[in-house]
C-alpha cells in the first residue's frame, strides 16, 4: 500500500534529525533531561524527564536513564518525545493517536495512562479514590 508507513519502523522515517544526530546532540549534553518518556510509577504510566544515553541498533531501541531514579531502560523512539524536535510535527499528532489507541483497549480496571499533554486522568481510565462502584 503506497504512503502508509509501519509504525513499528517508526524510528527510520524522515525526521528533523537521524538517529545518529540526535544521540550525537543528547551526548553532548550529558547530565540533563533530552526528553520525556512513560515511567511507570505509583500504578500508573507518567511522562517522565530521561537523559538519552545511546541508540542500540541491534534492539532498534533508544537507552534513557529516568532523571529522578537513575534507572536505565531500553525505549523505542515513539516513547521518547526530544525537548528540542518541533513541537507542532505530525508525530506529536501521532503519539497522541497511538496512546489514545492503547487507551481504549485498557479495560475499567487498568492503571490510569496520561499522555503528556493531559494534565488530568483520561476519562477512559477509572479516577484514583472514586469509592464508587
Given amino acids: 500500500m503506497p504512503g502508509v508507513k509501519v509504525l513499528t519502523r517508526y524510528d527510520t522515517w524522515d525526521e ?13 549534553r550529558t547530565g540533563q533531561a533530552h526528553a520525556l ?10 511522562w517522565k524527564p530521561v537523559e538519552v544515553l545511546s541508540y542500540d541498533h541491534k534492539e532498534r531501541k ?3 536513564k529516568v532523571v529522578a531514579t537513575g534507572q ?22 501521532l503519539t497522541s493517536a497511538s496512546t489514545d489507541k492503547k487507551l481504549s483497549k485498557l479495560s475499567s480496571g487498568s492503571p490510569t495512562l ?12 477509572p479516577k484514583r479514590g472514586d469509592s464508587t462502584s
Fill in 16 to 28: 528533523d534529525r537521524t538517529i545518529e544526530q540526535w544521540v550525537e546532540y543528547c551526548q553532548a
Fill in 37 to 46: 518518556s512513560p515511567v511507570y510509577q505509583g500504578y500508573e504510566y507518567c
Fill in 62 to 64: 533508544y537507552r534513557v
Fill in 72 to 93: 536505565e531502560k531500553l525505549v523505542t523512539r515513539l516513547s521518547l518525545l526530544f525537548f528540542d524536535e518541533d513541537q507542532t510535527s505530525s508525530r506529536r499528532e
Fill in 114 to 125: 496520561l499522555t503528556p499533554f493531559q494534565q488530568t486522568p483520561s476519562p477512559l481510565s
